[in-house]
């Protein structure tokens, strides 16, 4: 093995599964199977090393430049790649350069603006289960309470963090929360312990999992570690008490992951949040497809879903934090208000709002730039922009004062100026900075006078160097005689052969090529030396400067994490501002009750997607006592989805702090706001439409509370009607009895109307249409009582289904409803038997698929009398009853 070859074993032996990334000159090499992976997943050519050995060495490699390019592709296919560089300049290495891993690159850790949609955070999470193996360890002094108490519910903690901002958060959650809680982070990767056997990646997810040793959760050592980040003595200061250690080993994971792959500082992390001490609306994974939070259902695009539609953010910053806003609505309504009224004063004020936003519009992604600072990835356009967001902070900050919001007030007092570091800065730096400080020239002239004059000499030689060709061409006669440079022999003198004998005698040869010679002479090296000393020393001055600039800003890092902050919520709060002012969204009044009043409401995203005045607006009234349950019927295409999921988004809106589309609202504070709307094709999963369904639903019936809202969307379609019916009836009665929450429920089965008879929070809605020469004209307006026809029919015409299919559905329909009323004419159903017995109010009511408690037969034995027949009477009853129902029975 060549000493190189031990050198790529070495690295490669200490990056684990990573795809290593092996510098060599201007180019990345990968060996041996990493070759083979890079050929197939990036489509690099599979060449090999030693190709007359008998054991070829298979390589791939692409020039340097491209790096950013490959590791986007192949981290984007789920790999994980090590970068080794070069770490000591090729013409001063003694033998073999020396060459090291400095980071390892996954999806949970980029950082490079190139590999980041600006607008998405991008967390690495953390898991860690407590199981009975760990479970002493996890919890020493909160093993579970008393012998007789129930067993303690499973639980999870879970950290996540940013290594592009600094962000850092932890918590203890139940464990049948994880996919809730992991779709509200929406982490590009998740770590977890290998050994723990409760924990089973489902890979259908859209982040990549990553094994991780048991060592790196152990507790003592994340205790000592997260306090030694975070320059704290303890953690429970931070909010993390002795209940918490499963966060704590969860964030401890975090922090040792990024050790591991980081290499470098993580001076940006500086705090971490305790999840637990601040709940919000809790949403669960389901819930966050079906509303279309972050992705539309369909294409899983931004654009279309709530947040794409009402961003109005002006930096990346503002753009994340709305994210994470609209991913975790509060629940406190003071927290509420807090945000609320500064949203409030933003659309009050349309000059403070405009010009805060063109102030922001200019300022950069500071939060980022912060955390290539601390990772020591920074450039001088890096540190140029941050003097340049600084340059925007005095207007802003004036335009903020004498604010009456207290949230516009504290974010004014966050808005520190930095005039020191911003004077260096700006005095230090070109306007055009390039990105990398090996560039040179990004240091003003007259900032600092012995650069400028190696600088100067650098360049005066090189002037220098032009005279003189001039002058040996003119002295010589040589017309086409040029001074050339290589890094062999410094500056030359290039003579063509045909001029091979106009040489003079004090000329040096130096090279023969094939058609010309190369000298030097004295003079032309003395000036070299001059020239290029010039040059080194200055740009090793310049590093100097910009080193100095660096740590300078390093050492406002806190400091400038905390503008970079007030910058985002500022940016955010005048987003929704300008969302509401603009489409005339109101400020909901939010209640501590479980009311729900919104007047002329409209559905966020069609009122801000469709023209002015086309979105047909509707109203929602619930409380315990004018309904809580609301059945929506009405044909297909009528709206009842829109209309469903519009209240459910005007809720989370409210409780983000944001107004809302409609005339007036009063919300009262939801805990959870459960979504189960349209089929979700989890085939991927090994689950049926149904079952995901009736998974789905179970949910919300083990955990919705009094105070949650739920919106259901035709439950029990995916089976026969029947068993649908069935279900859905007994689920509303569930809804109604045990939970009590506000609940709309769109549905087909116009049976469920008989509901508003017995349950008395029960109120009947259907969707306005208008029949027209056999044409079905939706109105979009919801109205009190039930509907009674589908429209299937006429909308399917509207699809495009043939004629001829149509035409004969309709013969089918016909004789349908025909047999139906013969045969089922208003069949009864027993209310359930707690009721029965609860209440005793005994209640039957009618239900036309049910039972048959009218029917001619049913009531003839309903006359018999046993005690005065004979088993032969009897048994005549049952051949003359078998007879009339001929002659669909007896055949
Ligand atoms: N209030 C409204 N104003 C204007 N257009 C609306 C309104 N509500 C719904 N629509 C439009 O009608 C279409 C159908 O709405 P929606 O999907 O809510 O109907 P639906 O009753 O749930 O239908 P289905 O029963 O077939 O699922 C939507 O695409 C939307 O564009």
């Known amino acids: 093995m060549t000493p190189m070859m031990r050198q790529y074993h070495e690295a490669k032996e200490a990056c684990g599964d990573a795809l290593l990334f092996f510098r060599m000159g201007d180019f990345y090499e990968l060996f041996l199977d990493d070759a083979k992976v890079a050929a197939s997943v990036l489509g690099l050519t599979l060449t090999s090393r030693d190709k007359d050995s008998a054991n070829p060495t298979a390589m791939a490699g692409f020039p340097h430049h491209q790096l950013d390019q490959y590791l986007q592709k192949l981290i984007k296919a789920g790999y994980?790649?090590?970068?080794?560089?070069?770490?000591?300049?090729?013409?001063?290495?003694?033998?073999?350069?020396?060459?090291?891993?400095?980071?390892?690159?996954?999806?949970?850790?980029?950082?490079?603006?190139?590999?980041?949609?600006?607008?998405?955070?991008?967390?690495?999470?953390?898991?860690?289960?407590?199981?009975?193996?760990?479970?002493?360890?996890?919890?020493?002094?909160?093993?579970?309470?008393?012998?007789?108490?129930?067993?303690?519910?499973?639980?999870?903690?879970?950290?996540?963090?940013?290594?592009?901002?600094?962000?850092?958060?932890?918590?203890?959650?139940?464990?049948?929360?994880?996919?809730?809680?992991?779709?509200?982070?929406?982490?590009?990767?998740?770590?977890y312990c290998e050994d723990d056997p409760t924990i089973h990646p489902d890979t259908t997810m859209p982040w990549s999992w990553t094994r991780r040793p048991a060592w790196s959760f152990a507790l003592d050592a994340a205790q000592k570690s997260l306090c030694k980040q975070l320059s704290v003595s303890g953690l429970e200061g931070l909010g993390f008490e002795d209940d918490s250690a499963p966060a704590v080993r969860a964030a401890g994971g975090v922090l040792a992951y990024l050790m591991d792959t980081q290499r470098g500082s993580l001076d940006h992390f500086r705090t971490i949040t305790c999840h637990n001490r601040s709940p919000v609306l809790q949403i669960d994974a389901a819930t966050r497809r079906s509303l279309e939070i972050n992705r539309t259902m369909r294409t899983g695009s931004r654009d279309g879903a709530l947040l794409g539609v009402i961003d109005r953010a002006v930096t990346p910053m503002g753009s994340r934090l709305l994210a994470d806003y609209l991913a975790a609505p509060l629940v406190a309504p003071e927290s509420i208000a807090y945000r609320a009224d500064a949203v409030s004063e933003l659309v009050g004020n349309h000059s403070l709002r405009t010009d805060v936003r063109k102030i922001l519009g200019e300022t950069y992604d500071l939060t980022r730039l912060l955390a290539r600072i601390a990772t020591g990835r920074t450039g001088p356009r890096d540190l140029r922009q941050i003097a340049d967001t600084l340059?925007?902070?005095?207007?802003?900050?004036?335009?903020?004062?004498?604010?009456?919001?207290?949230?516009?007030?504290?974010?004014?007092?966050?808005?520190?100026?930095?005039?020191?570091?911003?004077?260096?800065?700006?005095?230090?730096?070109?306007?055009?900075?390039?990105?990398?400080?090996?560039?040179?020239?990004?240091?003003?002239?007259?900032?600092?006078?012995?650069?400028?004059?190696?600088?100067?000499?650098?360049?005066?030689?090189?002037?220098?160097?032009?005279?003189?060709?001039?002058?040996?061409?003119?002295?010589?006669?040589?017309?086409?005689?040029?001074?050339?440079?290589?890094?062999?022999?410094?500056?030359?003198?290039?003579?063509?052969?045909?001029?091979?004998?106009?040489?003079?005698?004090?000329?040096?040869?130096?090279?023969?090529?094939?058609?010309?010679?190369?000298?030097?002479?004295?003079?032309?090296?003395?000036?070299?030396?001059?020239v290029l000393s010039a040059d080194d020393k200055a740009s090793t001055r310049e590093m100097m400067i910009f080193a100095d600039l660096r740590q300078m800003t390093h050492d406002h890092l806190a400091i400038l994490q905390e503008v970079a902050q007030a910058i985002a919520r500022l940016d955010v709060l005048a987003s929704m501002a300008e969302v509401a002012a603009?489409?005339?969204?109101?400020?909901?009044?939010?209640?501590?009750?479980?009311?729900?009043?919104?007047?002329?409401?409209?559905?966020?995203?069609?009122?801000?997607?469709?023209?002015?005045?086309?979105?047909?607006?509707?109203?929602?009234?619930?409380?315990?006592?004018?309904?809580?349950?609301?059945?929506?019927?009405?044909?297909?295409?009528?709206?009842?989805?829109?209309?469903?999921?519009?209240?459910?988004?005007?809720?989370?809106?409210?409780?983000?702090?944001?107004?809302?589309?409609?005339?007036?609202?009063?919300?009262?504070?939801?805990?959870?706001?459960?979504?189960?709307?349209?089929?979700?094709?989890?085939?991927?999963?090994?689950?049926?439409?149904?079952?995901?369904?009736?998974?789905?639903?179970?949910?919300?019936?083990?955990?919705a509370t009094s105070r949650s809202l739920v919106i259901l969307d035709e439950i029990g379609r995916g089976t026969s009607t029947y068993d649908g019916l069935s279900l859905a009836w007994a689920i509303t009665e569930h809804l109604h009895e045990q939970i009590g929450c506000r609940t709309l429920f769109a549905t087909h089965y116009h049976e469920l109307a008989a509901l508003q008879e017995t349950l008395p929070r029960v109120t009947n809605m259907n969707v306005a249409v208008k029949e027209w020469q056999d044409e079905v004209v939706f109105l979009h307006r919801i109205i009190s009582g039930s509907a009674d026809k589908s429209y299937g029919i006429q909308v399917a015409r509207l699809a495009g289904i043939p004629p001829e299919v149509n035409a004969r559905a309709k013969e089918v329909l016909a004789q349908l409803e025909a047999d139906h009323r013969d045969s089922l004419d208003r069949p009864t159903i027993a209310p359930p038997s707690s009721r029965q017995s609860g209440n005793g109010s005994g209640d039957t009511y009618q239900l036309t698929l049910f039972g048959y408690a009218d029917h001619p037969l049913i009531q003839k034995i309903g006359q018999l009398d046993f005690d005065s027949m004979t088993p032969m009477e009897a048994l005549q009853f049952l051949q003359q009853a078998k007879r009339d129902l001929a002659p669909s029975v007896t055949s």
Request: charge should be negative; hydrophobic fraction near 35%.
């Open 80 to 191: 994980r790649a090590a970068v080794c560089e070069q770490v000591e300049d090729p013409k001063l290495a003694k033998g073999l350069v020396k060459r090291e891993v400095t980071r390892v690159v996954s999806a949970g850790t980029l950082t490079d603006d190139g590999m980041l949609d600006p607008r998405e955070p991008n967390y690495l999470a953390a898991i860690f289960a407590v199981t009975s193996k760990n479970k002493s360890k996890a919890n020493s002094k909160n093993p579970g309470g008393s012998a007789n108490a129930r067993p303690p519910e499973a639980q999870i903690g879970i950290a996540w963090a940013e290594l592009s901002s600094g962000r850092f958060e932890a918590g203890v959650f139940p464990k049948n929360r994880l996919e809730d809680e992991l779709a509200r982070i929406n982490p590009a990767e998740v770590i």
């Open 391 to 530: 340059s925007g902070l005095p207007t802003l900050k004036a335009r903020l004062t004498d604010r009456v919001s207290d949230c516009l007030v504290e974010i004014e007092s966050k808005l520190h100026l930095c005039p020191e570091l911003r004077g260096n800065l700006e005095n230090a730096l070109n306007e055009d900075c390039p990105l990398s400080a090996n560039e040179g020239n990004f240091i003003r002239e007259g900032f600092d006078e012995e650069l400028d004059s190696l600088r100067q000499l650098a360049k005066g030689g090189k002037q220098w160097i032009a005279e003189y060709q001039q002058r040996q061409m003119d002295e010589t006669g040589i017309a086409n005689l040029k001074v050339g440079y290589n890094r062999v022999f410094g500056y030359y003198l290039e003579v063509s052969n045909t001029h091979k004998s106009k040489i003079p005698a004090d000329f040096i040869r130096k090279q023969t090529l094939k058609n010309c010679e190369r000298y030097i002479t004295p003079e032309l090296k003395e000036y070299e030396e001059k």
């Open 582 to 703: 603009q489409h005339h969204w109101i400020r909901p009044k939010i209640t501590d009750d479980s009311t729900l009043r919104i007047e002329n409401g409209r559905h966020p995203v069609l009122d801000v997607s469709m023209k002015q005045g086309e979105f047909v607006p509707n109203d929602c009234f619930q409380s315990p006592e004018t309904g809580m349950i609301h059945l929506i019927t009405g044909p297909n295409m009528a709206g009842k989805s829109t209309y469903i999921r519009q209240v459910a988004l005007i809720t989370l809106l409210a409780q983000t702090g944001s107004f809302v589309p409609a005339e007036s609202a009063e919300i009262g504070i939801a805990d959870r706001i459960f979504a189960r709307v349209g089929a979700s094709d989890e085939l991927s999963r090994g689950q049926s439409t149904f079952m995901v369904e009736m998974v789905e639903t179970a949910r919300i019936l083990n955990t």
